[in-house]
């Protein structure tokens, strides 16, 4: 563990993205494959199964360190994180004798994983006496690893690069390697590395991804070389369909194949050899279903046939990746698009995402303003001549989104954020007037500069009127114009309302908190989504 | 029980009947005396704990301070009339017994003792245990009645020594090296940075310091102007500290290179920095323990390094005082304060005009406090 607690301290340590990069590719070449898997593991987002709750770990701490309760919370709030709180408080304890260092793997194998089959005191001896031999830094990892919340601040795509470093191979190829169903062993990791060709009939292709158009779209040129299509508010997923059998891939490199079954059952008439990018979407009546429909299909996996009946859904397909068992990603566009009309037809439960034909920007500015009322965020536009490549590359796709609801809102509660936004307040809900009170409809967290957020955290600590546990009530003062994609009636909120990713746009220094938008607004806002 | 003084209430006796010190809108009044512990508005007689902003404050006509002390309050206050009065020795301020004892925390920081009718107050000022090669260690003073500090009072914060803090920082420093780059090494300019350059001294057989000719001007310590002043005070006063100089005003760039440079926090974001080729930025203080704190203010690496007492360090000089009666002041000082309660002393929390709480700490560095 200590060479993989070494990495963890160079990624952290640095800014660079060059360094870490550096660091990762040192490390898969140097460690041991089967350490350096299960390294892959967790650096790209995978977990183990939550084996012991964050809360356990909290209660031991608490009682090895012997300090109240309520002490362990303020130590939160001022480091933000439990595993870095309890690997702080054994600190203050004797320390015990060193072990000797485990490698990873076989920490994973022979003392991690067999924890679930032990119980609660066991554990507590085990975890205990495993804390008091390690050094701070490890002690740390290892309740990240325990608890199932590791994460490090690199993005998968330097984790690909690294490894593609490492293994002297092309990024796109280890990224099409690691989106499969994969078990981190040795072995997986030397045929990584070796590239070995057993192809995996699973595997995925490395999603392309659009960025957001910021500038008018007339800078894009010539409309005609656009492919224009509506942008579908569901999962971005895609459909493989190899060796007589179909898989459904999520964004998030999920399988959620059993997730849809009318899909997979609709995906055994597309040909063999067939890989579709497209979007799952929740649908009825002819037209698209709001995205907190489909919510209800991701959650549930019990009584999926009643769900199925209440929530139907389709693939929209909108790109076709290879065809004949033949990668024709390099292809144009124009070309893989005549192929996936070829292959789905227009309606059922697989279906081409039409083109839309406006002819020029302008009837698509206008076409545009339909958007919320067609129950789609606005319009992809692709360039018909553009190959599908791998990751976010500016130039080809765009996204060119609708402008989001935006309402003045009053702050009125804060509290602290989590990790390194510890020890600052972060975490704002705001809220609008109903007669002469004001009720919360929303949080946001993101939005302001870190200088504001400082300026903002000193002004809610001078300005606090009540404080319950970590939750500051501040002076209703400060409005913010907050954006939002969608607005909804629940019956699961104070307010009536229930907002979609809503952030902070703007701090309207310039307006006085009485001139904040009213609830009634809100629920007018809702009842013309619901349109 | 607890009771609670907050900022700019009007003058408090925290609940006791015949304090011999209270607290005032200047800050801690001994009405008995007629002079002011650390006040924060300019007085009459202005008793001083050690030379940072937040405790020695410019305009009063009479200052009183530990002889070390003297020359870096001279430094700041120029004209001032400073009387110094040697660690251990009593002097009589109406009828009450003042003395200063060493508190460890910067050169010449005190704990102010005052004695009256039997009855003894110390003020803790700022104060660590570990040792320190820029100032008297720290010695512990029986009393009554103890009004501490609680910058860093919550148990995650456990300093490990500093050898192997200054370990760390070599370390990086020679990693910086081979790679052409500057580092920076941001702490505060009075203490913290002496502190170092102390340690540093220690650690010549390092081979950094000697600017041989395999490491030809190499190994150079340089120092941030606005800490210049400051440390000539420490050599004038005999602290041995490692050789450093002001960073050229021209200096830039391949000269730069492979330099450890000394700064104060305000340095960060301002085109001085620019200077130096691309540099590694640390932070030294207490703070760093937290490596959300850390990751926030984006510093490529944090050493854990305090002028002020962690959380064993604070309840042990509690227990050695003797004191039934504790106040706190700075930081944690709500968590000190009821732990304190619970285990059945007396106690208050009193704020300073200068600190909400300690969340501020995120924006500031609590060492130069």
């Known amino acids: ?531 | 029980m607890q009771c609670t003084v907050s900022t700019n209430s009007t003058p408090g006796t925290f609940g006791i009947m015949s304090a011999l010190i209270t607290d005032s809108v200047s800050g801690l009044y001994c009405s008995a005396g007629d002079f002011f512990v650390d006040p924060w508005q300019p007085v009459a007689r202005a008793v001083i704990t050690h030379a940072h902003g937040d405790h020695a404050h410019a305009g009063s006509e009479a200052y009183l301070c530990a002889a070390p002390c003297e020359p870096l309050l001279r430094r700041r206050f120029p004209d001032a009339a400073i009387q110094p009065v040697p660690f251990g020795e009593g002097i009589d301020l109406g009828g009450v017994r003042v003395s200063f004892h060493p508190a460890g925390h910067i050169l010449g920081s005190a704990q102010v003792r005052l004695e009256r009718g039997g009855e003894v107050w110390v003020v803790s000022g700022d104060y660590k245990r570990a040792p320190d090669p820029t100032c008297a260690p720290f010695e512990a003073v029986r009393c009554d009645t103890f009004i501490t500090e609680a910058t860093f009072a919550l148990p995650i914060y456990t300093w490990d020594p500093a050898a192997g803090v200054i370990g760390e920082i070599l370390e990086w420093w020679r990693a910086n090296r081979a790679e052409g780059r500057a580092s920076i090494l941001f702490c505060y300019a009075l203490g913290k940075a002496q502190r170092i350059l102390a340690e540093l001294r220690g650690r010549t057989d390092e081979g950094l310091l000697r600017g041989d000719a395999a490491s030809a001007g190499q190994g150079r310590v340089l120092l941030h102007g606005a800490m210049a002043g400051f440390t000539d005070v420490y050599r004038a006063s005999g602290v041995a500290l490692a050789p450093a100089e002001r960073v050229g005003e021209h200096a830039r760039g391949r000269s730069l290179a492979g330099t450890l440079v000394l700064a104060p926090l305000s340095a960060r974001g301002t085109p001085w920095l620019r200077r130096f080729p691309n540099p590694s930025i640390a932070f030294a203080s207490g703070l760093m323990r937290v490596r959300g704190v850390r990751r926030q203010r984006a510093f490529d690496r944090g050493f854990v390094l305090s002028d002020h007492a962690d959380w064993s360090a604070l309840l042990g000089t509690i227990a050695e005082t003797g004191a039934s009666r504790v106040l706190v002041t700075h930081g944690w000082s709500d968590a000190l304060a009821r732990l304190l309660a619970d285990r059945g002393l007396e106690t208050g929390t009193l704020r300073t005009a200068f600190e909400g709480e300690l969340g501020e700490l995120a924006a500031v560095d609590p060492e130069g406090t």
């Open chain 1, 1 to 531: 563990m200590k060479r993989f607690a070494a990495l963890y301290d160079a990624i952290d340590r640095t800014m660079s993205t060059n360094a870490k990069v550096a660091a990762l590719a040192a490390y898969f070449r140097d460690a041991p494959p089967g350490d350096a898997a299960w390294a892959t593991f967790f650096l790209t987002g995978r977990r183990l199964k939550r084996l012991i709750a964050s809360a356990s770990l909290r209660a031991w701490a608490q009682e090895i360190a012997d300090i109240p309760e309520w002490l362990l919370g303020e130590c939160y709030a001022a480091a933000g994180d439990f595993a870095e709180v309890v690997a702080l408080l054994i600190d203050a304890l004797p320390a015990h004798a060193r072990e000797p260092d485990v490698p990873l793997a076989a920490w994973i194998h022979d003392r991690i994983l067999p924890l679930a089959a032990t119980d609660e005191a066991e554990q507590r001896a085990r975890v205990t006496a495993w804390w008091r031999g390690l050094p701070r830094n490890e002690r740390f990892l290892l309740n990240k690893l325990l608890t199932g919340e590791f994460r490090v601040g690199v993005a998968q795509t330097l984790v690909v690069r690294a490894l593609a470093q490492a293994a002297q191979a092309e990024p796109t190829a280890i990224a099409a390697r690691l989106m499969g169903d994969w078990t981190p062993t040795a072995d997986w990791f030397s045929s990584l590395m070796a590239q070995a060709h057993t192809a995996d009939p699973s595997r995925p292709y490395p999603f392309f991804l659009a960025s957001p158009l910021e500038d008018p779209p007339e800078t894009l040129g010539d409309r005609s070389e656009w492919l224009v299509e509506w942008k579908w508010d569901g999962i971005r997923a895609q459909l493989v369909r190899r060796a007589g059998e179909v898989w459904l891939w999520s964004r998030g490199e999920e399988l959620i194949t059993r997730r849809f079954p009318e899909i997979a059952a609709a995906a055994t008439h597309v040909p063999d050899g067939t890989v579709l990018d497209g979007e799952v979407l929740a649908f009825g009546g002819g037209r698209p279903r709001p995205f907190s429909a489909l919510q209800q299909r991701i959650g549930r996996q019990r009584q999926l046939a009643q769900i199925m009946r209440a929530v139907p859904v389709v693939f929209m397909a909108y790109d076709v990746m290879e065809r004949d068992a033949t990668d024709i990603r390099t292809r144009p566009l124009e070309e893989r698009r005549a192929g996936l009309i070829a292959i789905v037809a227009h309606d059922g439960v697989l279906r081409v995402s039409e083109e839309v034909t406006a002819p020029s920007w302008d009837a698509l500015s206008a076409l545009r303003d339909e958007s919320r009322a067609r129950g789609v965020e606005g319009f992809m536009l692709k360039r018909r001549s553009s190959p599908y490549g791998v990751g976010r590359r500016r130039g080809d796709w765009w996204k060119w989104k609708i402008a989001p609801l935006t309402v003045d809102a009053v702050l009125i509660y804060a509290q602290p954020g989590n990790g390194r936004r510890a020890s600052l307040l972060t975490d704002y809900t705001f809220g609008v007037w109903d007669g002469d009170t004001l009720v919360p409809v929303a949080k946001a967290y993101s939005g302001l500069s870190n200088a504001e957020i400082e300026e903002l955290d000193r002004w809610i600590r001078r300005h606090t009127r009540e404080r319950h546990g970590p939750v500051r009530a501040v002076d209703p003062v400060q409005v913010f114009e907050l954006g939002f994609e969608a607005i909804a009636p629940s019956t699961r909120h104070r307010s009536g309302l229930a907002v979609r990713f809503p952030r902070m746009l703007h701090w309207r220094r310039d307006k006085p908190a009485s001139e904040a938008d009213t609830l009634e607004t809100l629920k007018r806002m809702a009842s013309l989504n619901r349109e």
